[in-house]
């Protein structure tokens, strides 16, 4: 589990890392800090740069090591496909980041939480492993049990104004959502490439 303080990390990372560090009160501390004298940081060596976009990924996924290392050796082990759209694919189809992605939870820690404590179905199947493979076609649905519980209660008002990106869907009358496609990176926040040249050292 990972303990260090969010607002330490993204001043590290980047605001990208976590949500609530993607603010303009975030912003605007981190301006003031540097005007009022924080020392200008050390040019980073190519494997400073690598070790920081490994970083990003872990803290971003919620991901140990192992399992971002696993990520890779697969992406880069699979044929017919660049080693970094797979890497990509391979965290966005994990299960909880799925949910995320559908705007039913307000981080991917909070819906790594609500898998783990069995509130979905998968192809009518309940799953309760945050890192869950999915693929395009799988079904996932809120657990019939689980519908009235207070995490869901707002949810009509919290999708009313977000935009899922385009290989989700999450259909409010059903409570369904779907995986349409395979996930396009879109993210300027990480680079994938710098991660992969991490791993083949």
Request: proline share 3%; aromatic share 10%.
């Amino acid at each position: 589990m990972i303990t260090k303080p969010k607002f330490k990390i993204c001043r590290r990372l980047g605001s990208g890392v976590y949500d609530k560090c993607q603010t303009a009160k975030f912003s605007a501390t981190t301006g003031k800090m540097a005007l009022a004298g924080a020392r200008r940081p050390k040019a980073l060596t190519e494997y400073g740069t690598q070790l920081i976009e490994k970083q990003k990924i872990r803290f971003s996924y919620g991901i140990t090591e192992r399992q971002l290392s696993n990520y890779v050796k697969k992406a880069s082990l699979a044929k017919g496909t660049n080693s970094a759209e797979g890497l990509y694919e391979g965290l966005e189809f994990r299960l909880d980041n799925a949910i995320y992605r559908m705007g039913l939870g307000a981080s991917r820690r909070a819906c790594r939480q609500m898998v783990s404590h069995g509130h979905f179905v998968v192809n009518n199947k309940r799953v309760t492993i945050p890192s869950y493979e999915l693929k395009s076609g799988d079904i996932i649905k809120i657990r019939e049990g689980s519908k009235g519980k207070k995490i869901f209660n707002a949810i009509a008002e919290k999708l009313k104004e977000y935009n899922p990106p385009a290989w989700v869907s999450f259909d409010m009358g059903s409570l369904e959502g779907k995986i349409l496609d395979k996930p396009k990176n879109t993210e300027s926040f990480i680079d994938l490439n710098a991660v992969l040249e991490f791993y083949s050292r």
